[in-house]
């Protein structure tokens, strides 16, 4: 069955960088979710999206954008990056009617340096 | 204020039985996940109760208490491959916000 897909899986960039994170939710999964896990911790909500519009938004730092495109594709933007940013970041895809079973993909690996 | 409280580590051994519990606090409250994580890995759901009573999916089974806000993950036959760490999350209303909130995860440590 097909999955969640991120890209890239690892990305190292350097402080004051930006950085575009892609992800490819599952066919047919109408709602897309961002996010951030830092070691140790738990993932934190970023921002979540419903038929291309934000639905919901969480502890997303302004420096952060994030949208959904026609083909339902999202992509995470992160400008001016900071240490503090180097984190798993996960894009997870559910339908509406069973936003609490939501599939997570394997993540990108950002480190800031 | 949104919170769930777990245990942050539990160790057992392989073959026995090991419940995780999760308490929440939330403003509105529309069931409550489980997920586990490997290290390294990406979260994946193992459970949800939207209503009271006892969930079962093989050798994994949920439990929720509305009125307790209290919930618990029952893991029977422990294998060592459920070495894992286990969040609990609460979608905390059902109509304005998608978004789960997860608690900070107990890491269980199955011992042969």
């Known amino acids: 069955a097909a999955g969640v897909i991120q890209s890239p899986r690892h990305l190292i960039k350097e402080k004051r960088e930006t950085a575009t994170l892609k992800c490819y939710p599952i066919p047919r999964h109408d709602t897309v979710y961002w996010y951030q896990q830092g070691p140790g911790q738990d993932p934190q909500f970023l921002i979540s999206?419903?038929?291309?519009?934000?639905?919901d938004k969480g502890s997303i730092p302004d420096r952060f954008s994030a949208q959904q495109f026609s083909d339902y594709h999202s992509e995470l933007n992160m400008s001016s990056l900071e240490l503090g940013d180097s984190a798993l970041y996960f894009c997870a895809s559910s339908s509406l009617t069973s936003t609490y079973e939501q599939y997570f993909g394997p993540g990108t690996r950002l480190t800031v340096t | 204020g949104q919170s769930l409280e777990q245990p942050s580590e539990v160790t057992a051994v392989e073959g026995a039985i090991v419940q995780i519990n999760c308490t929440y606090q939330?403003?509105?409250?529309?069931?409550l996940s489980w997920y586990q994580q490997h290290d390294g890995g990406a979260p994946t759901f193992l459970s949800y109760n939207g209503l009271d009573g006892l969930e079962e999916t093989g050798r994994f089974s949920s439990f929720l208490s509305r009125s307790d806000s209290y919930g618990y993950l029952l893991l029977q036959e422990l294998q060592m491959k459920d070495s894992a760490s286990y969040f609990c999350?609460?979608?905390?209303?059902?109509?304005?916000?998608?978004?789960?909130?997860f608690g900070s995860g107990t890491r269980l440590l199955v011992r042969p």
């Open positions: 999206f419903y038929e291309k519009m934000q639905s």
């Open positions: 999350a609460v979608r905390a209303t059902r109509d304005s916000s998608y978004k789960l909130i």
């Open positions: 939330t403003s509105g409250f529309y069931g």
